[in-house]
């Protein structure tokens, strides 16, 4: 059974760091070139996507909200990917999710609008002084 499980949300002050893990079960990330994909969801806004990793080569993609300042990774050895959040905004936080399809193929540029069938409960972002 897939399931994923993010953590390492909290409260920061603007300009401060976080660093978001999804822990992904049932599946090897390193089998096939998945997909990890992360979004967020503001109070009273729609969800949107913020990165893309593939899980066998170096594509990677960020929303232009984003670009610069976070930074997304995996770990294949311990099924976990990343998101390295600095120079945090208030605009910011959100629920971030992390999510995948399972299509072996690489994100690609159109990352955000793949069908993703496994997501995490979510992790709450904080960002207020």
């Known amino acids: 059974q897939v399931q994923l499980v993010e953590s390492g949300g909290g409260l920061v002050q603007p300009g401060g760091s976080l660093r978001l893990s999804c822990s992904a079960s049932?599946?090897?990330?390193?089998?096939?070139?998945?997909?990890i994909g992360w979004f967020r969801q503001a109070p009273g806004k729609e969800r949107e996507g913020v990165s893309c990793?593939?899980?066998?080569?170096?594509?990677?993609h960020y929303a232009d909200a984003v670009k610069g300042r976070f930074t997304i990774s995996r770990d294949n050895t311990s099924s976990t990917a990343y998101l390295q959040m600095n120079s945090l905004k208030p605009e910011d936080t959100a629920i971030y999710y992390c999510?995948?399809?399972?299509?072996?193929?690489?994100?690609?540029?159109?990352?955000?609008?793949?069908?993703?069938?496994?997501w995490g409960q979510g992790t709450e972002v904080t960002v207020s002084s």
């Open positions: 999510a995948t399809d399972l299509i072996p193929l690489l994100c690609g540029p159109r990352w955000f609008d793949r069908p993703y069938d496994y």
């Open positions: 049932g599946f090897a990330m390193d089998m096939y070139n998945y997909a």
């Open positions: 990793i593939s899980t066998t080569d170096l594509d990677t």
